[in-house]
C-alpha cells in the first residue's frame, strides 16, 4: 500500500542554521500538509499547498518558513534560521483528489532537536 | 477563539470492555470530524471521518456518534483488544473562516490502555 515517507526521521541542528525537512506524498495525491507537534502537546497546523501555492498557513509559519514543491514527488519545508522552540515531530500529510472522506495521509514524521 | 477538548488525558479499561472516548469543541461550526490513531513516535492514522449531518458511523469494532447541538463526538471501541492501546485523537475540519481544504484542527488525545 503507498504511503507517505519522511527524510530524515531525525535531524539535529545548531540554533540558527536552516534544515529542510523532505517528505514524498503519495504519487496521485493533490493536497499537501504540514503540521507539527511540540512533545506533549497536539498536532498544530503549519501550512497547506495546492497547486504549488501556499492555500493557507498558521500563524506558526512566520517568515521563517517556507515550502516547495520542487519537483512531481518532493514536498519540502524549509525552516531559515532555527529557534530552540521549533524543536518538535514535523509531519507531513496528504489528501488523495478521489477520497470521499478527507482522510489524510500522514507520514511518520521528523524529529527535529534545535540545539 | 475556537477550542477542541478530549476530556480524558488518559483512559484505562479491561480487555474486551468497551473504551468510550470523548471531544467537545466550542466556537466552531465544522464541516467533518475525524478520529486518528497515533502510537508513541508516529504520525497519527485515519480511523473515521463524521459529517455534520451524520448522526453515526461504524466501522468494524468501531463507532462515532457527532452530536452539533451538543458540540460533542463520542468514540467507542467495543470489545477492546490491548493492541487497540494507542492515543486517539480527534479533529475538526471546516467551518468558518473560509478555513482551506483538509486543514485539521486537533484535540491533545485521548491516551487509552487497554489491560490483559
Known amino acids: 500500500e503507498p504511503e507517505v515517507t519522511q527524510t530524515p526521521s531525525h535531524q539535529v541542528t545548531q540554533m540558527g542554521q536552516e534544515v529542510i525537512l523532505r517528505c514524498v506524498p503519495i504519487s496521485n495525491h493533490l493536497y499537501f500538509y504540514w503540521y507539527r507537534q511540540i512533545l506533549g502537546q497536539k498536532v498544530e497546523f503549519l501550512v497547506s499547498f495546492y497547486n504549488n501555492e501556499i492555500s493557507e498557513k498558521s500563524e506558526i509559519f512566520d517568515d521563517q518558513f517556507s515550502v516547495e514543491r520542487p519537483d512531481g514527488s518532493n514536498f519540502t519545508l524549509k525552516i531559515r534560521s532555527t529557534k530552540l522552540e521549533d524543536s518538535a515531530m514535523y509531519f507531513c500529510?496528504?489528501?488523495?483528489?478521489?477520497?470521499?472522506?478527507?482522510?489524510?495521509?500522514f507520514g511518520p514524521g521528523t524529529r527535529l532537536t534545535v540545539l | 477563539s475556537q477550542k477542541i477538548e478530549q476530556n480524558s488525558e488518559a483512559l484505562n479499561i479491561q480487555e474486551g470492555k468497551t473504551a468510550t472516548l470523548t471531544c467537545n469543541y466550542t466556537n466552531y461550526s465544522p464541516a467533518y470530524l475525524q478520529w486518528y490513531r497515533q502510537d508513541p513516535g508516529r504520525g497519527p492514522v485515519f480511523l473515521l471521518l463524521?459529517?455534520?449531518?451524520?448522526k453515526e458511523k461504524r466501522k468494524e469494532r468501531l463507532k462515532v456518534t457527532f452530536d452539533t447541538t451538543l458540540k460533542q463526538s463520542l468514540f467507542h471501541i467495543t470489545a477492546s483488544q490491548p493492541a487497540d492501546s494507542a492515543t486517539y485523537l480527534c479533529a475538526l475540519e471546516g467551518g468558518a473562516g473560509g478555513t482551506s481544504y483538509g486543514k485539521l484542527t486537533f484535540g491533545q488525545g485521548t491516551i487509552l490502555t487497554v489491560h490483559p
Open positions: 500529510a496528504s489528501i488523495s483528489p478521489k477520497s470521499s472522506y478527507n482522510e489524510q495521509f
Open positions: 463524521i459529517r455534520e449531518n451524520e
